[in-house]
């Protein structure tokens, strides 16, 4: 039975594939399937991970237990996230928007302050100090360097000076209220570029290396998995 | 007049390339070879990170620090993220550490449940006691909010339906001050979210494991210590397996499957609930567990090989480029 | 008899300071430094504890510190004598839990003297965590200056915004389009209407198709989401009316190519190698058929100007495309072309606060260099 679905498996991948030669019938087939299977899964995920184990499961423990505030507060939630469903009627769609505004509400207001401190606050800290509250620019490390030259004095004397430059430039680089013949504008454009250019370089690096590594594990999926299977199965 | 050669390489068929990317790939592949990698800061830390817990466990064994494992990824990036999610679980397993898992995604469920109870097996762990699958958390946000406080009262079921209260685990380890670490595997931006609740908020320490696509996004992190350690693709698992399987060695011994066909042998009936997983391992279980254990240092022979090739095309396309454009500015 | 009972005298007030100091030598002083004190900015579940020995490591190489709960006995801490601070913090259930801490030392014998010193502190759940302040100081500002800005744009002042570079390439680019007597390409992404760069680039739809309609060049906006559909449809209508060509306009021009990820990248390739664009437009939120779009419109000899804020695709866009509108340009363009008080407002709020961003780093890092962390513990908290 294994063996089955394992072809199966290698079939569909193989269907998948054959866009790389051009857009076929079995390749619509396949991502079809796809598409129809996941929805299918989804919607008995939904229904049994969702609608029962976080709406009938606690009403009903609250229930057995008599936890009547808890209770309460979980059969009101339930009616206003029901008024969701009000986006389907012409008429009533207005009644949707209230638990849109509790809900688009409450985690605005939760995420605004930490997003704030995790994304800007914690990063410009990060761009003055490093981790062991020692600063960035180290005039220490750049006399080390002098001291005793050689590439990881070099490397610790620069990196920090490097970060904070190019954090700054970039920072400029981004900032449009300001004529771009602005001498700081001006001056900032080609080591931004250079820095931007660097990291997208970084991440297409890795970009690719994620893509390859999705092939291979297909690869290793068909040739060492389901061809020893096969070969087993078959050969008795 | 003939056409010159690197003319003729900047006019390659695609198609050529990738029946060579597939040769490439293949060659390593088919001929089993590993790779050794050079173990990176940032994921020694994990490491270390985690053995920290089992020295904690060992000291305070009844008040012991679990490992939180988010299964933020769903199944088109297994390739690249299962080799962590299991690399971790092993270390955590053959530690003793408690671990709760659960799957961000409704279509990770599935692959959430069975790498957990697949690895969970290979170590004996019974379920409620060393190891609970909450299923999905629907909203991810407030379960991270609800671990704040008490998790039970949000996530009042595991995945099987059995009460959490129930469960002997969860009530040990139902807030964040025993959770010693969060693993949060992905292959979208869910770290992020991480941090930005359970790190930014309540000061809990985070690791990530992420697909390479994503990799480059959250090396800010590491630098502010947001997050204590990174598996950056499949370097990143392959560097976390190679650490497991020398952990492994020292504490069970080189021959793994003996330890595995053992494992149960002569076991106290009654112990393992049947309905997780089946004490036992045949013949066709016991390869499958021991191949996975090389998994990722499997696929590194290839993407190392991989990159060869693509560098090699870069270069030579450049020199195609520059070598068209002289000719044509001396035309 | 005198001088025996000045004797006797002497023995006797000398008596109590040799006992002193047989006292002093047989009865060792042991000390330490122990403070005892309720986590800030907590629910009330902690409480610290600092210690520092008072002894030498020679006279008391240990010490132990008995912890207790709610007057029942917890645990004992052992600090070995280092000579340092010892920092510890005390888990307990709840707030207004009592904790008590014992010292005691371990002389060189190994034999417990003490308790040295007793403390008591109690648990409290803090009302406001101070440790925040600096966050909400920030975010207060910046939706402040949002709210500010928004009215002001409304009010129809002016609000600076500098002419983005890849936004004098698009004049250039349908113009050359006009030339070849090719159709224009405008692909506004794969994500849903909720994505912001989708609604960016829905903006920069309107002016794009308002000189595509001027020009009387050939347009082409596929579509993979049905709700983006219908809002590109009534974008480009009301465009070609702006620009009062309304007879060019046709309903086939902005179509549904397909709702798959992929199979919407093959049809818009399948398309773009049919009717050959001469400049082709890819703003928007895009995933990994980018690289697809990008090199399919490449192959065909056309002219891309791409702008997403997805930091995986961007890498792909700057390789393959001719002009790129890298991550916030692409809102910028949209706030500069569409001039929207909203987008405009958000815009130049955002600015501000990058430009106190920088004005704070740099002022950071200069006092770090002074040794002064002032702008870091009020601002950068």
Same mark, same amino acid.
């Given at each position: 039975?294994?063996?089955?679905?394992?072809?199966?498996?290698?079939?569909?991948?193989?269907?998948?594939?054959?866009?790389?030669?051009?857009?076929?019938?079995?390749?619509?087939?396949?991502?079809?399937?796809?598409?129809?299977?996941?929805?299918?899964?989804?919607?008995?995920?939904?229904?049994?991970?969702?609608?029962m184990r976080k709406i009938v499961d606690p009403i009903t423990v609250a229930f057995d237990n008599s936890q009547i505030l808890t209770l309460i507060s979980l059969v009101f939630a339930t009616l206003i996230g029901l008024l969701f469903l009000a986006r389907f009627s012409r008429k009533a769609e207005w009644v949707s928007r209230y638990p849109i505004s509790i809900t688009v509400g409450f985690w605005s207001?939760?995420?605004?302050?930490?997003?704030?401190?995790?994304?800007?606050?914690?990063?410009?800290?990060?761009?003055?100090?490093?981790?062991?509250?020692?600063?960035?620019?180290?005039?220490?490390?750049?006399?080390?360097?002098?001291?005793?030259?050689?590439?990881?004095?070099?490397?610790?004397?620069?990196?920090?000076?490097?970060?904070?430059?190019?954090?700054?430039?970039?920072?400029?680089?981004?900032?449009?209220?300001?004529?771009?013949?602005?001498?700081?504008?001006?001056?900032?454009?080609?080591?931004?570029?250079?820095?931007?250019?660097?990291?997208?370089?970084?991440?297409?690096?890795?970009?690719?290396?994620?893509?390859?590594?999705?092939?291979?594990?297909?690869?290793?999926?068909?040739?060492?998995?389901?061809?020893?299977?096969?070969?087993?199965?078959?050969?008795? | 007049?003939?056409?010159?050669?690197?003319?003729?390489?900047?006019?390659?068929?695609?198609?050529?390339?990738?029946?060579?990317?597939?040769?490439?790939?293949?060659?390593?592949?088919?001929?089993?070879?590993?790779?050794?990698?050079?173990?990176?800061?940032?994921?020694?830390?994990?490491?270390?990170?985690?053995?920290?817990?089992?020295?904690?466990?060992?000291?305070?064994?009844?008040?012991?620090?679990?490992?939180?494992?988010?299964?933020?990824?769903?199944?088109?990036?297994?390739?690249?993220?299962?080799?962590?999610?299991?690399?971790?679980?092993?270390?955590?397993?053959?530690?003793?550490?408690?671990?709760?898992?659960?799957?961000?995604?409704?279509?990770?469920?599935?692959?959430?449940?069975?790498?957990?109870?697949?690895?969970?097996?290979?170590?004996?762990?019974?379920?409620?006691?060393?190891?609970?699958?909450?299923?999905?958390?629907?909203?991810?946000?407030?379960?991270?909010?609800?671990?704040?406080?008490?998790?039970?009262?949000?996530?009042?079921?595991?995945?099987?339906?059995?009460?959490?209260?129930?469960?002997?685990?969860?009530?040990?380890?139902?807030?964040?001050?025993?959770?010693?670490?969060?693993?949060?595997?992905?292959?979208?931006?869910?770290?992020?979210?991480?941090?930005?609740?359970?790190?930014?908020?309540?000061?809990?320490?985070?690791?990530?494991?992420?697909?390479?696509?994503?990799?480059?996004?959250?090396?800010?992190?590491?630098?502010?210590?947001?997050?204590?350690?990174?598996?950056?693709?499949?370097?990143?698992?392959?560097?976390?397996?190679?650490?497991?399987?020398?952990?492994?060695?020292?504490?069970?011994?080189?021959?793994?499957?003996?330890?595995?066909?053992?494992?149960?042998?002569?076991?106290?009936?009654?112990?393992?609930?049947?309905?997780?997983?089946?004490?036992?391992?045949?013949?066709?279980?016991?390869?499958?567990?021991?191949?996975?254990?090389?998994?990722?240092?499997?696929?590194?022979?290839?993407?190392?090989?991989?990159?060869?090739?693509?560098?090699?095309?870069?270069?030579?396309?450049?020199?195609?480029?520059?070598?068209?454009?002289?000719?044509?500015?001396?035309? | 008899?005198?001088?025996?009972?000045?004797?006797?005298? &002497?023995?006797?007030?000398?008596?109590?300071?040799?006992?002193?100091?047989?006292?002093?030598?047989?009865?060792?002083?042991?000390?330490?430094?122990?403070?005892?004190?309720?986590?800030?900015?907590?629910?009330?579940?902690?409480?610290?504890?600092?210690?520092?020995?008072?002894?030498?490591?020679?006279?008391?190489?240990?010490?132990?510190?008995?912890?207790?709960?709610?007057?029942?006995?917890?645990?004992?801490?052992?600090?070995?004598?280092?000579?340092?601070?010892?920092?510890?913090?005390?888990?307990?259930?709840?707030?207004?839990?009592?904790?008590?801490?014992?010292?005691?030392?371990?002389?060189?014998?190994?034999?417990?003297?003490?308790?040295?010193?007793?403390?008591?502190?109690?648990?409290?759940?803090?009302?406001?965590?101070?440790?925040?302040?600096?966050?909400?100081?920030?975010?207060?500002? %910046?939706?402040?200056?949002?709210?500010?800005?928004?009215?002001?744009?409304?009010?129809?002042?002016?609000?600076?915004?500098?002419?983005?570079?890849?936004?004098?390439?698009?004049?250039?680019?349908?113009?050359?389009?006009?030339?070849?007597?090719?159709?224009?390409?405008?692909?506004?992404?794969?994500?849903?209407?909720?994505?912001?760069?989708?609604?960016?680039? &829905?903006?920069?739809?309107?002016?794009?198709?308002?000189?595509?309609?001027?020009?009387?060049?050939?347009?082409?906006?596929?579509?993979?989401?049905?709700?983006?559909?219908?809002?590109?449809?009534?974008?480009?209508?009301?465009?070609?009316?702006?620009?009062?060509?309304?007879?060019?306009?046709?309903?086939?021009?902005?179509?549904?190519?397909?709702?798959?990820?992929?199979?919407?990248?093959?049809?818009?390739?399948?398309?773009?190698?049919?009717?050959?664009?001469?400049?082709?437009?890819?703003?928007?939120?895009?995933?990994?058929?980018?690289?697809?779009?990008?090199?399919?419109?490449?192959?065909?000899?056309?002219?891309?100007?791409?702008?997403?804020? @997805?930091? @995986?695709?961007?890498?792909?866009?700057?390789?393959?495309?001719?002009?790129?509108?890298?991550?916030?340009?692409?809102?910028?363009? @949209?706030?500069?072309?569409?001039?929207?008080?909203?987008?405009?407002?958000?815009?130049?709020?955002?600015?501000?606060?990058?430009?106190?961003?920088?004005?704070?780093?740099?002022?950071?890092?200069?006092?770090?260099? %002074?040794?002064?962390?002032?702008?870091?513990?009020?601002?950068?908290?």
């Open positions: 039975m294994m063996l089955f679905w394992y072809t199966i498996a290698v079939l569909l991948s193989l269907a998948i594939f054959s866009f790389l030669w051009k857009d076929n019938p079995l390749y619509k087939f396949a991502e079809h399937l796809f598409v129809g299977t996941m929805v299918g899964y989804q919607v008995v995920m939904v229904f049994s991970q969702i609608i207001g939760y995420a605004i302050v930490a997003s704030f401190k995790t994304s800007v606050l914690t990063q410009i800290r990060g761009t003055v100090v490093d981790d062991l509250g020692q600063p960035l620019l180290n005039g220490h490390l750049i006399g080390d360097f002098f001291k005793n030259p050689s590439l990881k004095t070099l490397d610790l004397a620069t990196a920090g000076p490097l970060l904070v430059f190019g954090v700054i430039v970039v920072l400029v680089y981004f900032f449009f209220s300001v004529k771009h013949d602005h001498p700081i504008i001006k001056f900032a454009n080609k080591p931004a570029l250079f820095y931007l250019m660097i990291g997208f370089g970084a991440s297409f690096g890795y970009t690719f290396m994620g893509r390859i590594s999705l092939f291979i594990g297909r690869m290793n999926f068909i040739f060492n998995e389901w061809w020893p299977l096969f070969k087993q199965t078959i050969g008795g | 007049m003939k056409t010159p050669w690197y003319e003729k390489i900047m006019s390659l068929d695609k198609k050529v390339l990738y029946v060579i990317m597939f040769v490439v790939v293949m060659i390593p592949l088919l001929a089993r070879w590993t790779y050794n990698p050079a173990v990176m800061p940032e994921v020694k830390d994990i490491y270390d990170e985690i053995e920290g817990i089992y020295t904690y466990n060992q000291s305070h064994p009844d008040t012991p620090q679990g490992i939180l494992l988010s299964f933020d990824y769903s199944p088109s990036t297994n390739a690249e993220l299962d080799p962590m999610t299991m690399s971790v679980l092993r270390h955590a397993f053959m530690r003793r550490i408690p671990v709760i898992t659960w799957a961000a995604f409704p279509d990770s469920i599935d692959l959430a449940k069975n790498i957990t109870t697949f690895i969970a097996k290979e170590y004996g762990a019974v379920y409620g006691k060393d190891f609970v699958f909450m299923g999905y958390p629907y909203p991810m946000t407030a379960a991270v909010i609800a671990f704040g406080s008490d998790v039970r009262n949000f996530l009042v079921k595991d995945f099987y339906g059995n009460l959490s209260t129930a469960l002997p685990l969860l009530n040990k380890i139902y807030n964040y001050k025993s959770i010693g670490l969060i693993v949060t595997v992905s292959g979208t931006s869910y770290p992020r979210f991480w941090v930005t609740y359970a790190n930014t908020l309540y000061g809990k320490k985070i690791a990530t494991g992420t697909t390479a696509v994503s990799a480059a996004e959250f090396y800010p992190f590491l630098q502010t210590d947001q997050m204590i350690g990174m598996m950056g693709g499949l370097r990143g698992a392959a560097e976390y397996e190679k650490l497991v399987q020398a952990l492994e060695t020292q504490v069970i011994g080189e021959d793994i499957g003996s330890y595995l066909r053992n494992l149960y042998n002569d076991a106290p009936e009654g112990v393992w609930d049947t309905k997780i997983y089946t004490p036992g391992f045949s013949e066709e279980e016991l390869q499958s567990h021991l191949s996975t254990r090389m998994s990722a240092r499997t696929g590194m022979a290839s993407q190392a090989s991989a990159h060869f090739y693509v560098i090699f095309l870069i270069i030579l396309a450049n020199l195609g480029f520059f070598l068209s454009r002289r000719a044509e500015n001396k035309r | 008899m005198k001088k025996i009972t000045i004797i006797l005298l &002497l023995i006797l007030l000398s008596a109590p300071f040799m006992a002193a100091q047989e006292t002093n030598e047989e009865t060792p002083f042991y000390a330490c430094d122990l403070s005892l004190y309720d986590s800030p900015n907590d629910e009330g579940v902690n409480v610290e504890l600092e210690f520092t020995p008072g002894n030498t490591a020679a006279e008391v190489p240990q010490y132990a510190i008995d912890l207790y709960i709610d007057g029942a006995f917890s645990n004992t801490i052992m600090v070995k004598n280092a000579g340092a601070l010892f920092l510890h913090t005390i888990p307990v259930d709840k707030s207004g839990t009592l904790v008590r801490a014992e010292v005691f030392a371990y002389d060189a014998q190994g034999q417990r003297q003490g308790p040295i010193v007793v403390k008591e502190a109690t648990s409290a759940a803090q009302w406001y965590f101070s440790d925040r302040l600096g966050a909400f100081i920030w975010s207060l500002a %910046f939706i402040g200056l949002i709210m500010v800005l928004i009215r002001k744009a409304k009010r129809g002042q002016e609000i600076f915004i500098r002419r983005i570079a890849g936004l004098e390439a698009i004049d250039d680019a349908v113009g050359r389009a006009t030339e070849m007597g090719r159709p224009v390409y405008y692909i506004p992404g794969t994500s849903v209407i909720d994505d912001i760069a989708t609604l960016a680039s &829905l903006n920069i739809l309107r002016p794009v198709a308002q000189q595509v309609a001027t020009y009387e060049t050939p347009f082409s906006v596929p579509i993979q989401d049905p709700v983006v559909l219908t809002v590109a449809q009534d974008v480009v209508k009301e465009a070609y009316m702006a620009a009062g060509r309304a007879d060019l306009h046709d309903e086939g021009m902005v179509y549904l190519a397909s709702v798959g990820q992929f199979a919407y990248a093959a049809a818009v390739n399948g398309a773009m190698v049919r009717e050959k664009p001469a400049t082709v437009f890819l703003l928007g939120m895009f995933w990994a058929e980018s690289l697809m779009l990008a090199e399919t419109a490449n192959t065909v000899g056309a002219i891309q100007i791409a702008g997403t804020d @997805s930091t @995986s695709q961007l890498p792909f866009f700057i390789a393959a495309c001719d002009y790129t509108l890298i991550g916030e340009e692409l809102y910028a363009a @949209s706030a500069y072309l569409s001039r929207e008080p909203l987008l405009l407002g958000t815009l130049k709020a955002q600015d501000i606060i990058k430009g106190a961003v920088i004005i704070s780093l740099v002022l950071a890092i200069v006092l770090m260099l %002074f040794g002064s962390d002032f702008i870091m513990r009020i601002f950068l908290q």
